[in-house]
C-alpha cells in the first residue's frame, strides 16, 4: 500500500519560503507511471493544484503561482519537495502531496498524504 | 484555463438518491474524476475516468455525463456519506489537473 507523508514547518513568516516535504513508501518516485504533486486548501475553500514533478525532473506549475514555486525530487530518498518563496497570509492552507496517474490523458489523484497545515504568520 | 462549475451544496434525505453535478466547456471529451473530502481527511478518490470506483468504493457510487454536465451519483444516501465532493479533469491545453469549486452535501 502506498503511502504519502507531509513535512516541515507549521509556521513560516511572512516574505519567508515555506518548504515542504512529502516522502514516500510502498511504492517508488522513480516509477515511470506517476507523478508526484503539491495540493494546498486554505480553510474552509476548496483544493488547488500548485505543481508535479516526474521522476525525469519534468515539472508543471499552476500559472498563478508559477514565479514563487519549484519543486524537486530526490530518487535517493524516494522524497520529492516543494518550496513556495515570499509567502504571505494567502499562502496559509493545508498542503497535500498526492500521487498522480496519467493514461492517455486522463489525469487522476489515486493516494493522497494526510496534510500538513502551514500558517504564514509573524 | 479550464473551469469547472460545482453548486456549492446539495441536501439529501437518508435513502435517497444525491446527485452532484460538475459543468464546464465540453466536458464531455474529458475524463472526469470525483473525489470525497470529510472534515479534516484528505480527499478520496471515488470515481475516475467517469465511471469506473477504485478499489473499497461501493457500487452506491457511478459517474455519467449528460451534455455539457458531469454527475456523481450516490444512491441510497448514509449520514457516512456527508461531506464534500470535487470534480477534477485534466486541462490538455496547460498539462495539469483541474478541481472544480467543490460541493457539500448534506444529509437531512
Known amino acids: 500500500q502506498v503511502q504519502l507523508q507531509e513535512s516541515g514547518p507549521g509556521l513560516v513568516k511572512p516574505s519567508e519560503t515555506l518548504s515542504l516535504t512529502c516522502t514516500v513508501s510502498?511504492?517508488?518516485?522513480?516509477?515511470?507511471?506517476?507523478?508526484w504533486n503539491w495540493i494546498r486548501q486554505p480553510a474552509g475553500k476548496g483544493l488547488e493544484w500548485i505543481a508535479y514533478i516526474y521522476y525525469s525532473g519534468s515539472t508543471n506549475y499552476n500559472p498563478s503561482l508559477k514565479s514563487r514555486v519549484t519543486i524537486s525530487v530526490d530518487t535517493s530518498k524516494n522524497h520529492f519537495s516543494l518550496n513556495l518563496s515570499s509567502v504571505t497570509a494567502a499562502d496559509t492552507a493545508v498542503y497535500y502531496c498526492?500521487?498522480?496517474?496519467?493514461?492517455?490523458?486522463?489525469?487522476?489523484?489515486?493516494?493522497w498524504g494526510q496534510g500538513t497545515l502551514v500558517t504564514v504568520s509573524s | 484555463s479550464y473551469v469547472l462549475t460545482q453548486p456549492p451544496s446539495v441536501s439529501v434525505a437518508p435513502g435517497k438518491t444525491a446527485g452532484i453535478t460538475c459543468g464546464g466547456n465540453n466536458i464531455g471529451t474529458k475524463s472526469v474524476h470525483w473525489y470525497q473530502q470529510k472534515p479534516g481527511q484528505a480527499p478520496l478518490l471515488v470515481v475516475y475516468d467517469d465511471s469506473d470506483r477504485p478499489s473499497g468504493i461501493p457500487e452506491r457510487f457511478s459517474g455519467s455525463y449528460s451534455g455539457n454536465t458531469a454527475t456523481l451519483t450516490i444512491s441510497r444516501v448514509a449520514a457516512g456519506d456527508e461531506a464534500d465532493y470535487y470534480c477534477q479533469v485534466w486541462d490538455s491545453g496547460l498539462d495539469h489537473p483541474v478541481f472544480g469549486g467543490g460541493t457539500k452535501l448534506t444529509v437531512l
Open positions: 510502498g511504492g517508488s518516485v522513480s516509477s515511470g507511471r506517476y507523478y
Open positions: 498526492a500521487r498522480g496517474r496519467l493514461v492517455a490523458g486522463n489525469f487522476y489523484f489515486d493516494y
